[in-house]
C-alpha cells in the first residue's frame, strides 16, 4: 500500500518536472553580439565615458596610494613625484568592444573594452611634455539576475593581462629614470583607477541599455485596433547570444486587456541565430490572436446582380439545377450575404500557412425577401502568405476553398451542397477576400525590429510558430 502511494507520489512529482522542463514562452527575443556591441558602444559615448577616462586623476592617486607602504618604493614614490609638476591623461580612446561567451559560465557573457591612453606629464628637467602610452583592456562579466528577470555586469575590473605601459617618445637620458618611475607607478595604479572610475560607467551604461531593450520589447505593437503587448517573464545566456523570453497580451482599443498569453506545453522551436543579429519568435496562438484582430467577425451583403453579374448569372445556373422554381424567384436585386462569425484559425505548417475560417453564406431572391433561399454552412481555408517588408509582418490570403459545405436551411428541395460549391467558392473569393486582404494590408509594425534598426528581414513558418529574422548584413 505504502510502497503504491510512493510510486504514486513519484509518478506525480516527475511528471510535475516534465511539465517544467518543457513549458515555452509565447514569443522569445534572440540578441546576437553584434547589436550588444553597437548598443553598449553608444550608451558609454552617451555616458561621457571617454571624458572620465581623460579626467583620470592620476597624480593625486600616485600620491595617496605610496605602493602599498613598501619602504623602497614609497622613497620611488616621493623622488619621482616631486619632480613632477602635472600628469594627465592626454588623450583616451575606447577601441572596439567585443563579447564573448563565458570559457567556464554558461550563464556569462564576457564584454571586453579595450582602452588606448595617453598621459602627460611635465617635469623642470625638460621643456616638452613627456608622453607615455598606456593600454589596457576592461573586462566586464554580464549575468543572469532571476530576481530582477534581467541581466546584471556581475564583475568589471581591468583584466590585468592586456595592461601595456610604454614611453611615446625616446626620451634624452636625464628624463629617462624619471620616466622609468612615473611608469613602475602607473603599473598598479591604472587598473586601480579604471576600476573606481570607468566601471560605474560601464554599469550605468549597460543599466540605461537594458533598460531601452525592455522599453522597445514593451511597447504596444497595433493589430488593427488593438494591441499586442509583450512583456519579460525571463532571460538566459546562450553562448554569445541574450535570450529574452516574452509573455504577451491582448489588448483591445481602450486598452483593455482581452486575453494573455503564459508560459504553456505547446512547442515552440527556436531557431540558432547563426549570423542574424537579432530574431523574434512568436508562438502559434500569439501569431494566431494577432491575425484574427484584424478579421473581426463581419456581414457583408452584395446585390449580385448589380455588382458581379456574370457570378448572378452562374449561381442562376447552379441554383436551376436544384429547383427551376427557385431559379425563377431569383431577381435583379438578389442578395448574397457573407458572414463571418468566428475568429479564423491559423495553421501553420513548415514553409506554409492557411486560413481556415467558419463562413454563412446566405441567398436572398431580392432585397425585399425576408427569409433566404438558403443558407449554407462552410468550412473553408485560404493559403496565407506570411512575410515581411522591413519590420513588418504582413499576411496575404490567396484563394479561399471551401473544404466543408452543409446546408443550414432551405426554403427550396433538399439538395447536395456540393452542386454549389464551385460557385460559392468563386463568390468568396471575388467578394470577401479582397475585404479581408484589405483589412490586412496594413500588417504588423514589429516595434522591437523597428527599434533595433531592421531594414531587411526574413519570415519562417514552423509548424508551432513564426520567426522573424534580420538578414545579416
Ligand atoms: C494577395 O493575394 C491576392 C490574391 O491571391 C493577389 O492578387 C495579391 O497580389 C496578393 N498581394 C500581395 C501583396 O501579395
Ligand atoms: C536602413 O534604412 C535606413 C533608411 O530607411 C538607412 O538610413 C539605414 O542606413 C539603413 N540601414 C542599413 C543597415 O541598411
Not at 628637467?125 to 539576475?145: D, N, P, R, Y
Not at 553562448?239 to 482581452?258: M, V, W
Not at 442578395?335 to 495553421?347: C, D, N, S, W
Request: with cysteine; glycine share 4%; proline share 5%.
Amino acid at each position: 500500500m505504502a510502497s503504491s502511494r510512493t510510486f504514486t507520489l513519484l509518478c506525480g512529482l516527475l511528471a510535475a518536472t516534465l511539465v517544467r522542463a518543457t513549458l515555452n514562452p509565447p514569443a522569445v527575443l534572440m540578441l546576437g553580439p553584434e547589436i550588444i556591441k553597437e548598443k553598449l558602444t553608444q550608451k558609454l559615448k552617451d555616458h561621457d565615458a571617454i571624458q572620465i577616462l581623460q579626467e583620470l586623476p592620476l597624480l593625486s592617486t600616485l600620491r595617496e596610494e605610496p605602493a602599498g607602504g613598501i619602504p623602497i618604493l614609497g622613497s620611488l614614490v616621493n623622488s619621482v613625484l616631486s619632480h613632477i609638476v602635472w600628469l594627465k591623461i592626454t588623450s583616451a580612446n575606447i577601441m572596439e568592444l567585443q563579447v564573448q561567451p563565458s570559457a567556464d559560465d554558461q550563464e556569462e557573457l564576457i564584454v571586453n573594452i579595450p582602452l588606448d591612453l595617453v598621459a602627460g606629464f611635465n617635469t623642470p628637467l625638460v621643456k616638452s611634455i613627456v608622453e607615455i602610452h598606456m593600454e589596457t583592456e576592461v573586462q566586464a562579466t554580464i549575468s543572469v539576475e532571476t530576481s530582477k528577470k534581467g541581466f546584471t555586469i556581475s564583475s568589471c575590473s581591468d583584466n590585468g593581462r592586456s595592461l601595456h605601459i610604454s614611453l611615446l617618445k625616446k626620451l634624452s637620458f636625464m628624463v629617462n629614470p624619471l620616466a622609468n618611475g612615473v611608469m613602475k607607478l602607473l603599473v598598479p595604479a591604472l587598473p586601480k583607477l579604471v576600476k573606481s572610475q570607468l566601471c560605474p560607467v560601464i554599469e550605468v551604461a549597460f543599466e540605461d541599455m537594458q533598460e531601452d531593450l525592455l522599453q522597445m520589447v514593451e511597447a504596444p505593437i497595433s493589430v488593427s485596433n488593438d494591441h499586442l503587448q509583450f512583456d519579460l517573464l525571463s532571460s538566459a545566456i546562450k553562448g554569445n547570444i541574450i535570450q529574452l523570453n516574452l509573455g504577451a497580451k491582448l489588448l483591445n482599443s481602450q486598452g483593455t486587456e482581452t486575453k494573455r498569453f503564459s508560459e504553456s506545453a505547446a512547442s515552440l522551436t527556436i531557431p540558432t541565430l547563426d549570423s542574424a543579429p537579432f530574431s523574434l519568435t512568436m508562438r502559434q496562438d500569439v501569431v494566431n490572436d494577432a491575425i484574427g484582430a484584424f478579421l473581426p467577425s463581419e456581414e457583408i451583403a452584395i446585390m449580385l446582380d448589380a455588382v458581379l453579374p456574370e457570378l448572378a448569372l452562374r449561381l442562376k445556373n447552379s441554383i436551376k439545377a436544384i429547383s427551376e422554381k427557385a431559379a425563377a424567384q431569383l431577381g435583379r436585386t438578389q442578395i448574397v450575404k457573407i458572414l463571418t462569425q468566428e475568429a479564423p484559425a491559423l495553421l501553420l505548417n513548415k514553409g506554409g500557412a492557411k486560413l481556415a475560417q467558419l463562413i454563412v453564406l446566405q441567398v436572398f431572391a431580392s432585397n425585399e425577401a425576408l427569409r433566404p433561399l438558403f443558407t449554407l454552412g462552410i468550412e473553408a481555408s485560404s493559403k496565407a502568405e506570411i512575410f515581411s517588408e522591413g519590420a513588418r509582418l504582413l499576411v496575404n490570403l490567396s484563394g479561399i476553398s471551401p473544404d466543408r459545405l452543409r446546408v443550414l436551411n432551405a426554403d427550396i428541395a433538399q439538395f447536395d451542397p456540393i452542386m454549389l460549391r464551385n460557385i460559392a467558392e468563386d463568390i468568396l473569393i471575388a467578394a470577401l477576400q479582397p475585404s479581408q486582404n484589405g483589412k490586412l494590408s496594413h500588417g504588423i509594425a514589429v516595434v522591437i525590429a523597428e527599434a533595433l534598426g531592421l531594414n531587411d528581414s526574413t519570415v519562417y513558418v514552423e509548424e508551432d510558430g513564426i520567426v522573424l529574422s534580420a538578414d545579416s548584413s
